[in-house]
């Protein structure tokens, strides 16, 4: 059973218009992040959650927002796409409750831009 | 210079053929280390853990090497299955509960 859940799987959505991602977890892990992968390249963090605080990265672009209502889910807003926002978008959890624990990712979501 | 280095690759190998992957890092205090598998268009998934005085699982082994820091993962008698990149991933001392480093990838392609 998937127990990192992201949908859609496949996003298409204009230039310039707000998409939201989503990611649903059966873990209940205390962190969650979100990644931006582009082909042939490594995921590039974006920000994550531990538990309600938020740690965006310095260079994650203010176009892209996150929301984490409750421990189970955690959305990827990204406010206004341009073309170079094309990629695929992963989310991933883990324990924070043990150290050196490996991430879980969700099968991503891939976006496209018209 | 990159934080977590890999070899592109593609590595093109015969089954049953030995492939070793080398990775290198540039964080000194960098405490934990993984090798992520990820098909194509698909997630990452967790292949193994590297343990500092190395590890084996089946076919793959790790080794790390601190002193160099460089981490290597060897596949033994190669299936047409194991075609695929081969993510090396990096926990820093620093920078976020959990925070992990990735590497580009080195792809492998195994043929009958």
């Known amino acids: 059973d998937a127990m990192v859940i992201q949908n859609p799987r496949y996003q298409v959505t204009q230039f310039g218009k707000p998409v939201t991602l989503s990611c649903s977890q059966t873990?209940?892990?205390?962190?969650m992040y979100w990644y931006q992968q582009k082909s042939s390249q490594a995921p590039k963090l974006l920000f994550h959650?531990?538990?309600?605080?938020?740690?965006n990265e310095a260079d994650t672009p203010d176009n892209f927002q996150s929301r984490r209502p409750n421990t189970s889910f955690c959305f990827l807003d990204i406010r206004s796409p341009g073309l170079g926002d094309a990629a695929m978008y992963l989310c991933?959890?883990?324990?924070?409750?043990?150290?050196?624990?490996?991430?879980?990712f969700g099968d991503g979501t891939r976006l496209s831009i018209l | 210079r990159k934080e977590v280095e890999q070899d592109p690759g593609p590595f093109n190998v015969p089954e049953g053929a030995t492939v070793a992957f080398n990775c290198t890092y540039s964080n000194s205090a960098s405490q934990s280390f993984f090798w992520y598998r990820q098909d194509c268009r698909k997630e990452p998934k967790l292949l193994m853990s590297v343990y500092s005085s190395g590890n084996e699982d089946g076919r793959f082994t790790a080794q790390l090497n601190r002193a160099s820091q460089y981490i290597s993962l060897l596949i033994r008698d190669s299936k047409l299955s194991d075609s695929a990149t081969y993510l090396c991933v990096v926990r820093p001392l620093s920078g976020g509960y959990n925070k992990l480093i990735f590497g580009a990838g080195t792809r492998l392609a195994v043929h009958p």
């Open positions: 991933a959890t883990s324990s924070a409750r043990a150290v050196n624990q490996p991430q879980h």
């Open positions: 873990l209940n892990h205390n962190v």
């Open positions: 959650y531990y538990d309600k605080d938020f740690n």
